[in-house]
């Protein structure tokens, strides 16, 4: 069995499925990024935005046999479908809570391509490369990790194959900190509706289309690039701390001091610190900039997100 790989499941992601003739055209219009014109057999990544040009979910959509499925945070998965299926009107979609027929997991290290290949997937080289094969699917994340979907009646055979344990919901946090270590954002129950697009670096990670036509936040979201009104944008940091640090916790900067100005997007303990991702104010230029969980707390050691 190949060295140096881990296997997650990752019970913290939910999965909706876009089924009919018109699930590529829908989605195209409601989403950030452009699906007309996407390769057959690669992922996308996007954001569902309010009118308001307000995150509602980030997403990984999936091309699959039966459509699309759109891999969400769990918290977000029912609540979304009923508010997405509101703008189907005439369409030829359905849109269905899969999350019970599907079971995700992540596979990382050094050796997880040759993991998979051994147990007979066909493994995507490009990043974000879609394989599937006997009901199974496998994302190339990069070349180092994948995500794999399996209908739910194909996972104790697959937990069987692999001779090594995998880690339960409890340890999702390891395919978590890859995730936030590069720069990767999932909008949570706990900041749903908190962040513009570009304040998650959407743009940089080629979520948004600023080309396609109009989709529910558009104009504010185009506004937000073009006229360089961004204030807050996300980093990446650590802090060393005994406290509890969570998605939507506010944070403060000494150069606001007393105000709310900043948050928390995901976080996960490693060791005696936190590496979490996290909105804070854009610094001027040659200002050292110092944010706290609290006014007078714990400083952030802030690093560029990515």
Request: with cysteine; hydrophobic share 45%.
């Amino acid at each position: 069995m190949p060295a140096s790989v881990s296997v997650i499941r990752l019970s913290d992601y939910g999965v909706l499925s876009a089924s009919g003739s018109d699930a590529r055209s829908f989605l195209h219009a409601q989403l950030t990024n452009s699906l007309e014109g996407a390769a057959a057999q690669q992922a996308v990544l996007a954001g569902w935005c309010s009118a308001k040009g307000r995150l509602l979910a980030t997403m990984l959509v999936i091309p699959w046999d039966g459509g699309f499925l759109l891999q969400l945070s769990a918290d977000l998965a029912p609540a979304v479908r009923k508010r997405l299926s509101i703008f189907i009107l005439r369409a030829k979609i359905k849109l269905d809570d899969e999350s019970a027929r599907w079971t995700q997991y992540g596979v990382q290290g050094a050796g997880a391509k040759a993991l998979l290949q051994a147990l007979g997937f066909s493994v995507p080289n490009l990043a974000l490369g879609v394989c599937q094969d006997a009901g199974r699917i496998a994302i190339a994340i990069s070349a180092s990790r994948f995500i794999v979907l399996l209908p739910v009646d194909q996972t104790d055979a697959f937990e069987q194959q692999i001779g090594m344990p995998v880690q339960a919901a409890s340890a999702a946090s390891e395919w978590a900190l890859e995730e936030i270590r590069a720069g990767r954002p999932v909008v949570t129950a706990a900041t749903q509706e908190m962040f513009v697009p570009q304040m998650l670096n959407l743009h940089e990670l080629g979520a948004i289309d600023f080309k396609k036509g109009c989709y529910p936040g558009q104009e504010i979201v185009a506004r937000t690039q073009y006229r360089g009104e961004l204030k807050r944008r996300m980093v990446y940091a650590r802090l060393e701390t005994a406290e509890l640090i969570r998605p939507g916790q506010p944070l403060y900067s000494d150069a606001l001091p007393g105000q709310e100005s900043g948050t928390v997007v995901n976080a996960v303990r490693h060791g005696s610190k936190w590496e979490l991702l996290a909105v804070v104010p854009v610094p001027l230029p040659g200002e050292e900039q110092k944010v706290r969980t609290a006014p007078g707390g714990s400083v952030l050691s802030i690093a560029p997100a990515g």
